[in-house]
């Protein structure tokens, strides 16, 4: 079973994948699926009915009211229900049905960012407009509480707000948190932590002076601080079911928020039809709304974006300027330096290090002592320990023995910030070789780990190691991520219901904590997605998306890496995205050709964007190159000679009379011409097309050769990436 989660770098969800891969699938019990029936049907009826009447006919003579555990009535057509896979298989064969599929559990996968990202507090902001901005958030709920969320200021609930405050169990909305549901649990409040840090990145209040016990000190703030919020919690401490993702978006819709951030993720893509996350953002997409998801923290390897659909804006996580590192004094007076966000100060106490093995008990290999995975009071206790994995800082939780610190030997690349529920760091292999070294050297190691210090990384940004990697295999034409933003060591606001490091072992609560992960990356995009909304009211999900990419800044790639599948078009550029030039706009009916081209049938597309004989063409497959998107990419055969035309259409909203020229950087491998070169507008909103034609001769399989397309008029920069990937 396939198992989604938020996006946070996080490793405790990894090991309950691995319980719950685990389970017996072989008996044909009722399990939780997705029956997806498309579009609301434009003659009003009641939907419930109708799916109690088809879960009726393949439930034999028994009842099957008590297996219907959902219906989509608002914004979308289906419902979930307790299936066998027999009556699973009943039920794909019925009329009206798009597709069945499983309840999947998908994982939930800032101080400084916002000046990084060149969107200062003083930005031009329209105070009036930005009030009436509603963020959607599909997360783990909200502490209603923070000090982000405090409505101070706020004027009255937008008039066009559908939606209510059903929170649940103790939870009262203001004029700031407007709207609030749940699809789990008793209540909308935030019990993980993940829900109210995303939100108040998103849309939080400026606060002063906060920071995770005096670490990363500064303003907390949201893209837009002056929107509303509405939270609608999906996900719990151990994950989000499909369900309830797609109970979230049909209910966001409708309520009439106007932007949905998704930190959320599933470890594998799925077909478009059985991604909750595509359904809901399609329906989204089709009501004017951008959806903005998280891309996965499944990197660095490639293929591991979760979410590939077009209409959706993926974000890669990528590090800021600021860079926490932490260090270890030895008895011998030498010092290592790791990282770890360590709030912790030992104020000169110097404590033994424990000297292997930790366990006695003769379980208690020397190998499973080295990841900590058995401590033995009598040898750790009051001691700093050292685990050769991460895992070493969950172990406190559950094991007997209680050491007073914890050194860890980092195997990765670039450095593992975490923060941390006792003194403790993560040193890289070099740095752990010469503790032991010190250790072997004296009967009675012992070391002071100091409190984290904040450092200048020159190098900002980068990808973060962890953060989902294209190419896009299901549909290779559509280049993902899209977008790189600030992911590694955002501080924001915290649930007051778990400890900032989330370990039970650790006492404090914090207004504030500090998380790295594509799910932080999500919310800084969305806010400015919000913003950029405030300045043009009446600008497409596609329009949106396109300013965001064509503008983005150019990042650099890793040696050993295409840099395209890490970043997209580049890092966030929130002003210049305000007046991109020229966007690539994409209609709904544009998207619908897609899927034709796709393969999806016309019955299946009519369903889904209930418009009559949708595909008036067979499928041609390599019309899908040409979906009018910011972004050209195309998989071409190996030691094959290649010519592949895109063609592509630009909209003016920069300056009513302009001319804009063509510029390709080159690549000496593939040749790029781009017809016609110049495009001169005469009137804003006027259209002009153009192809972009790639040649090359015979690649190498696994060659990937990249370029970029630029339109310029002298102020703007409208910039594409080119991606060839020479691939079977
Ligand atoms: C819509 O679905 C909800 C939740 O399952 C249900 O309570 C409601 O009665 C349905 N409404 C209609 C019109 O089918
Ligand atoms: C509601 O939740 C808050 C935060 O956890 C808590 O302080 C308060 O006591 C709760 N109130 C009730 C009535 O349970
Ligand atoms: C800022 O926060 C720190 C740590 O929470 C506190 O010690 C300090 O007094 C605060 N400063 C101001 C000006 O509020
Ligand atoms: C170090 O000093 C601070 C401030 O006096 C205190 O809060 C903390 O408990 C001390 N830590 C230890 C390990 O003694
Ligand atoms: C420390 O000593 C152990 C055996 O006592 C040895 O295996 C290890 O390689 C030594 N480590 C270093 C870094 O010298
Ligand atoms: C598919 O589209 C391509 C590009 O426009 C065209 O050359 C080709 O003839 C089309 N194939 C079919 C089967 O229509
Ligand atoms: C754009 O050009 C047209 C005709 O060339 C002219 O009438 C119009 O005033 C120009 N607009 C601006 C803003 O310069």
């Known amino acids: 079973m396939a198992r989604y989660s938020f996006i ?18 072989s008996h044909d019990n009722p399990k939780l699926h997705i029956v997806y029936m498309g579009s609301l049907p434009k003659t009003q009826y009641s939907l419930t009915s109708n799916h109690l009447s088809m879960l009726q006919q393949v439930f034999n003579d028994n009842d099957a009211t008590n297996s219907l555990i959902h219906s989509y009535n608002r914004s979308f057509n289906g419902f979930a229900a307790m299936l066998t896979n027999q009556q699973k298989e009943k039920l794909s064969q019925m009329e009206g049905v798009v597709s069945v599929f499983p309840n999947r559990i998908i994982q939930l996968q800032t101080t ?3 000046d990084f990202l060149g969107l200062p507090k003083s930005v031009k902001r329209s105070p009036s407009i930005e009030s009436d901005v509603v963020v959607g958030v599909i997360d783990s709920g909200i502490w209603p509480e923070s000090d982000s969320f405090n409505d101070q200021g706020f004027g009255p609930i937008p008039k066009n707000w559908k939606g209510v405050c059903a929170g649940g169990t103790n939870f009262t909305c203001n004029k700031k948190i407007i709207g609030a549901r749940y699809y789990t649990d008793k209540s909308a409040r935030d019990l993980d932590g993940h829900g109210t840090h995303t939100a108040s990145t998103t849309a939080g209040n400026y606060i002063d002076n906060a920071s995770l016990d005096g670490l990363a000190q500064g303003t907390a703030r949201g893209g837009v601080p002056l929107a509303r919020i509405a939270a609608y919690k999906a996900c719990n401490e151990v994950g989000c079911g499909s369900a309830a993702i797609l109970s979230a978006f049909d209910d966001a819709i409708a309520d009439g928020v106007n932007i949905i951030s998704v930190s959320l993720g599933g470890p594998t893509e799925q077909p478009f039809d059985q991604d909750p996350i595509a359904i809901g953002s399609f329906h989204a997409m089709a009501r004017g709304i951008l959806t903005v998801n998280g891309a996965g923290n499944g990197g660095p390897r490639p293929s591991t974006i979760s979410c590939v659909a077009p209409w959706i804006l993926t974000v890669g996580a990528s590090t800021i300027d600021r860079r926490f590192i932490d260090k270890v004094l030895l008895g011998n007076g030498k010092t290592l330096t790791g990282s770890s966000i360590n709030s912790f100060t030992l104020n000169g106490t110097q404590i033994l290090i424990a000297k292997k093995n930790y366990g006695s008990k003769s379980e208690c290999s020397e190998q499973r002592s080295s990841v900590c995975s058995c401590l033995d009071s009598s040898v750790v206790d009051g001691k700093i320990i050292l685990c050769d994995t991460f895992d070493g800082i969950d172990v406190i939780d559950y094991d007997q023995g209680h050491p007073i610190g914890i050194i860890i030997q980092y195997h990765g690349k670039g450095s593992l910030d975490f923060v941390t529920p006792l003194p403790s760091l993560a040193l890289s292999e070099s740095e752990f070789k010469l503790l032991n070294s010190y250790i072997n050297s004296t009967d009675n190691p012992t070391a002071e780990i ?16 962890f953060s989902s990697r294209g190419p896009n295999k299901l549909v290779p034409e559509i280049l993902k991520p899209d977008i790189s933003a600030p992911g590694v060591d955002i501080l924001a606001s915290f649930s007051q219901a778990v400890s900032p490091s989330r370990k039970k072992s650790d006492k404090r609560s914090a207004k504030y904590s500090i998380i790295s992960g594509t799910s932080m990356a999500c919310p800084h995009v969305s ?3 919000a913003y950029l909304k405030t300045f043009h009211l009446d600008w497409s999900p596609a329009a949106i998306k396109s300013a965001l990419m064509t503008s983005a800044k150019p990042m650099k790639a890793s040696k050993d890496e295409i840099g395209e599948y890490a970043y997209g078009s580049g890092q ?11 966007i690539y706009d994409i209609s709904l009916e544009d998207y619908i050709q897609m899927l034709c081209n796709l393969g999806y049938d016309n019955e299946k597309v009519k369903l889904i964007t209930a418009k009559n004989n949708a595909c008036s063409d067979a499928p041609n497959r390599s019309l899908v190159k040409n979906l009018n998107y910011p972004a050209l990419a195309i998989d071409v055969k190996p030691m094959t000679p290649f010519t592949i035309e895109f063609s592509r259409t630009v909209t003016n909203v ?10 390709v950087l080159p690549n000496p491998r593939i040749k790029v011409v781009v017809v016609p070169e110049i495009l001169s507008f ?3 909103h006027e259209k002009q097309s153009f192809s972009v034609t790639v040649s090359g001769d ?14 310029s008029d002298g102020t703007h920069n409208v910039r594409s990436p080119i991606v060839i990937n020479v691939s079977n």
């Open 8 to 25: 946070v770098f996080c490793v405790s969800f990894i090991l309950a994948c691995t319980r719950l891969s685990k389970c017996d699938t």
């Open 112 to 114: 400084r960012s916002w």
């Open 450 to 465: 100091l409190k984290s210090e904040i450092v200048t990384d020159n190098n900002a940004p980068i990808v973060a190691d």
């Open 527 to 529: 806010g400015i997605a």
């Open 572 to 582: 966030v550029n929130p002003i210049p995205a305000i007046d991109p030039g020229l």
């Open 654 to 663: 920069g300056l009513e009379n302009s001319t804009y020229k063509a510029t």
């Open 682 to 684: 005469k009137s804003l």
């Open 698 to 711: 015979k690649l190498p399989t696994s060659s990937v050769l990249t370029s970029s397309l630029v339109w």
